[in-house]
């Protein structure tokens, strides 16, 4: 009886072993290590161009594994590019210069096995993913102000923030989205005193 119960819990220990290693070496990658989704903004500018601002900006962009897949299976992500320019008053509320909104959707579409990008009515495609990922992160010659709108000697802030427009999704996903470090993609509101020649 002695022998056999010995046999017994080395047999347990060996499975334990091997399920602890299965877990350890297939659900840690997948689920524990997963990065989530992320949104920030790695730089901003503002260029004079011919009686105009245009505005180039770098984003980084994660998207997590549960948001990946939701694309390759044909829900299209929203994005809001907001930008504002406020001159700046010493014993008064601030004036508003301009406000903009700027609407990027990410979609897949499975017939043409491409990525879509859609920036304000302009569409490109790509073939994979990170292509796709990678112009969504870029905005070049965004035009976003009329320099007559300036004031010689005013000292102005320009204001810019990057998220995914969360209506946009699935009812039945909005309420999940709340707390969810997959879905809850917005940078923080990057402000900057931009060399405006006034």
């Known amino acids: 009886m002695t022998a056999?119960?010995?046999l017994y819990c080395r047999k347990f220990r060996l499975w334990l072993l091997l399920l602890l290693a299965l877990i350890c070496g297939n659900l840690m990658p997948s689920t524990l290590l997963a990065?989530?989704?992320s949104l920030e903004i790695k730089s901003a500018e503002l260029v004079h161009g011919e009686g105009i601002y245009l505005l180039d900006a770098d984003f980084d962009l994660i998207l997590s594994p549960a948001v990946e897949e939701a694309v390759?299976?044909?829900?299209?992500?929203?994005?809001?590019?907001e930008f504002q320019l406020v001159a700046l008053k010493r014993y008064w509320f601030d004036d508003e210069i301009v406000s903009l909104t700027s609407?990027?959707?990410?979609?897949?579409?499975a017939l043409s096995r491409q990525y879509l990008l859609n920036r304000d009515g302009h569409q490109l495609s790509f073939t994979s993913l990170q292509e796709a990922k990678e112009?969504?992160?870029?905005?070049?010659?965004w035009h976003v102000l009329e320099a007559d709108l300036l004031k010689k000697g005013e000292n102005y802030q320009a204001a810019l923030r990057?998220?995914?427009?969360?209506?946009?999704?699935?009812?039945?996903l909005q309420v999940d989205t709340l707390n969810s470090e997959d879905w809850n993609m917005v940078s923080?509101?990057?402000r900057w005193t931009p060399p405006l020649a006034n």
């Open 4 to 6: 056999s119960f010995t």
């Open 35 to 37: 990065a989530p989704s």
């Open 72 to 81: 390759n299976k044909g829900m299209p992500l929203n994005f809001l590019v």
């Open 103 to 109: 609407k990027v959707a990410l979609s897949y579409h």
């Open 135 to 141: 112009e969504l992160s870029h905005i070049k010659n």
């Open 162 to 172: 990057m998220r995914l427009d969360q209506s946009k999704l699935p009812k039945a």
């Open 188 to 190: 923080e509101r990057l």
